[in-house]
Each structure stands twice: as structure tokens, then as C-alpha cells.
């Protein structure tokens, strides 16, 4: 008898798991239909190298007393994240998409918390400007219907602000705007 019983429970834990499986990653969460406007981002190495050499380019023009400036593109910073992500492989997260819109930054991707099962995912942030530095900071993050487990969300959130703090060391930035399709960022050289 016991063995039934134990088969019961199993089959009832089963059924309940991929219940929420299907609830997490059906359409019904609403992220399915959240995606970059125009379409998917190419990600390109070219674009990630062209983002790091526009920044290394406005460091040059920039003074102490003269402010340079900096066009951030989808596709280029689609494609630095990506490459970040695939160098440091410390999130499971794959095909992310970055885009900016509304004053906001926007993110998606697959994201394979735990063995096999991949859940669509969003996060919202802002960027702001703290001492001189880009600062993301997340504003909502969901795996299908459910939150980002706090770990993975860190660690995004660590990995994207390492990546612009490695091309931006050299530069105080003082003004930012997120823009359709692009984030301008103004900012001086450091004085010595």
C-alpha cells in the first residue's frame, strides 16, 4: 500500500510542478509579448568593439573643462552585455535583448534557473549618475509570473555595471539621458 500512496504523492507533486512550469512560461505573463521595438537586436562583435572604441574616442576628446559626448545604441550595448555575459558565464541567461525607451532600460532573455527548463524573462531599470560613474539600478525583474531569485539578479545587475565601469574608468560623466533607441551620456576627463 505504501508504494501507492507514494506513487499518488509523486504524480500530484509532478502534475503541480509543471502546472507552474506552464504558468511561468506560458503567454499568459504577459513577457511574451514584450520585445524590443522594430524587432529582434542583431548581436554583433563589431557592434561591442564599437562601443568601446566610441567611448575610448569621447575619453579623448574630453578635458577637464570640456565636456565629450557618447551615443549608446541598442545593438552596441546588446552586443557588449552579450559578450560580458558569455566571458564571465556566471548568469544563465541567453539571447538578451537591450533596449532603451522612455527614460527606461529594458532587458530580456531566457533564463535556465535550474536544470533544463528556460523561463522568458524581463527586467526594468534606470541608469543614473553616482560620483562621476554610471550606476544601473534595477527597477522590476520576473521570470515568467514569478520575481528573479535575488542571486541571479545581483549578479546581473553586478555584471552590467562592471562592464561599464571597465570602458568608463576614465571619464566623470555629469549628465545622461535615455533616449528612443539610444542613451546619450555627457562627461569630463578627471582632473589629476
Not at 504523492?9 to 522594430?38: R, T
Not at 554610471?134 to 552590467?160: C, R
Request: charged fraction near 20%.
Amino acid at each position: 500500500m505504501s508504494g501507492y500512496y507514494l506513487l499518488k504523492n509523486f504524480s500530484v507533486i509532478l502534475i503541480l510542478l509543471l502546472s507552474l512550469i506552464g504558468l511561468a512560461c506560458g503567454p499568459k505573463s504577459g513577457i511574451d509579448q514584450i520585445g524590443p521595438p522594430g524587432g529582434v537586436i542583431p548581436v554583433s562583435q563589431e557592434a561591442a568593439d564599437r562601443l568601446e572604441e566610441n567611448f575610448y574616442q569621447a575619453i579623448q576628446e574630453a578635458t577637464s573643462s570640456h565636456e565629450s559626448q557618447l551615443r549608446i545604441a541598442n545593438e552596441e550595448i546588446t552586443s557588449l552585455i552579450a559578450k560580458k555575459l558569455t566571458e564571465t558565464g556566471r548568469i544563465p541567461l541567453s539571447n538578451p535583448q537591450i533596449w532603451f525607451t522612455s527614460g527606461r532600460i529594458y532587458m530580456t532573455g531566457g533564463v535556465k534557473p535550474f536544470g533544463p527548463f528556460e523561463f522568458n524573462s524581463i527586467i526594468v531599470a534606470t541608469a543614473v549618475v553616482d560620483k562621476g560613474q554610471l550606476v544601473v539600478k534595477v527597477q522590476e525583474a520576473h521570470m515568467g509570473v514569478f520575481d528573479f531569485p535575488d542571486a541571479i539578479l545581483e549578479s546581473i545587475t553586478q555584471t552590467i555595471n562592471e562592464a561599464l565601469v571597465g570602458i568608463s574608468i576614465d571619464l566623470d560623466i555629469t549628465r545622461l539621458e535615455i533616449l528612443e533607441g539610444e542613451m546619450f551620456v555627457l562627461g569630463i576627463r578627471p582632473a589629476l
